[in-house]
């Protein structure tokens, strides 16, 4: 019986999807974020061929694509390899991926003081971060007595949490909402000063003088020379636009004492199903914007997906906390 002939549009389209998937299945192919449609599209090429030309290959790389949509929660297994740390057998994203959706994304200044205005604030927690009671000791590093530096702070009742064990804090924020509600609803009695720095902020500062909160946009704030022993950025990077993230990262650096403990809470999860904020952080962005400067530790990821993040879509939603140091020799 004489064999059918595949077409050559088929058999190239069948060999390009199919060594997509061997890349990809080795987290050496770029487009992981596309999602499971190639994965149908293939098979329907495969299948337009007879599988004539199916290889041994194509078969291996196909089971193991099954199996690995088999095994884990569908888009962890398409967006990330696994990851080492305490979520177990978890997929978390790392690596070059980039978000294209999320990259042209802008929220300026207004809008967030428009989402104070409209109580649109559901990033606040009422609770100290498990993530930072989980890893104080990194932060403190069996010191008393800090400074510590809350970027983008809202009203996290962590700076209260701080304060009360001895440490000073310092906070920005272009919300004088926030910045208000804080001290109210921590009973904590402030007055409110003029900044000679900063034409138009202000100075919201505890009657003891232990938390000092500037209301004005971070990269104003940074005009005032201070340094500080230990950061606590957690919904602060990630709701940075991504445009703006070096500008971000060198001033951060540029606030940290040498033997600052910087703790960076960063948020992974579908990004083709989200634009942000809060923007996806991968681990090699990190890397990109600190590594030079920095030794950077992944300390834990957590599975915080909750019914708000359900509500947007996701399936999967994690934090990551890094510790990061300045090394030795930086100036
Ligand atoms: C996602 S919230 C996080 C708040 C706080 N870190 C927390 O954990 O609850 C981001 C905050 O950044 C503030 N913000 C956004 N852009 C800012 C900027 N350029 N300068 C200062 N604050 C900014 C917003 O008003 C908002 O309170």
């Not at 990109?288 to 999967?316: F, P």
Request: charge should be negative.
């Amino acid at each position: 019986m004489a064999s059918r002939q595949p077409h050559i549009y088929s058999v190239i389209s069948t060999q390009v999807f199919s060594w997509y998937y061997t890349l990809s299945f080795f987290r050496l192919c770029p487009f992981f974020s596309c999602g499971g449609a190639e994965l149908v599209l293939s098979l329907f090429y495969q299948a337009s061929t007879g599988f004539d030309v199916l290889l041994k290959r194509d078969c291996a790389c196909f089971f193991l694509q099954f199996w690995q949509l088999w095994q884990s929660d569908f888009q962890a297994a398409l967006t990330g390899p696994l990851k080492s740390g305490t979520m177990n057998s978890s997929r978390t994203p790392q690596g070059d991926e980039n978000a294209p959706r999320q990259q042209s994304k802008v929220v300026d200044e207004e809008e967030w003081k428009k989402k104070w205005e409209q109580k649109k604030t559901a990033f606040h927690k009422d609770q100290v971060h498990r993530l930072l009671r989980a890893h104080l000791n990194a932060l403190l590093n069996n010191r008393t007595g800090l400074r510590i530096f809350f970027p983008l702070c809202g009203k996290a009742v962590d700076m209260k949490w701080l304060a009360d064990m001895g440490h000073t804090i310092t906070g920005v924020d272009v919300s004088e909402i926030g910045l208000k509600d804080f001290f109210t609803e921590q009973n904590v009695p402030y007055v409110e000063e003029d900044v000679p720095e900063i034409p138009g902020a202000k100075l919201f500062k505890s009657s003891s003088g232990n938390i000092s909160l500037y209301c004005c946009s971070f990269y104003d704030f940074i005009r005032i020379p201070a340094k500080y022993d230990g950061i606590w950025d957690r919904g602060s990077l990630v709701a940075i636009n991504p445009c703006d993230r070096e500008r971000y990262s060198k001033a951060m650096l540029s606030l940290m004492e040498q033997d600052c403990c910087y703790l960076l809470v960063t948020v992974s999860y579908n990004p083709d199903l989200l634009e942000g904020p809060p923007f996806y952080v991968p681990n090699s962005v990190i890397e990109k914007l600190y590594g030079e400067s920095c030794d950077i530790k992944l300390l834990e990821t957590v599975d915080a997906l909750d019914e708000r993040h359900r509500v947007w879509g996701l399936d999967y939603f994690r934090e990551t906390i890094h510790l990061l140091t300045l090394k030795a020799n930086t100036p």
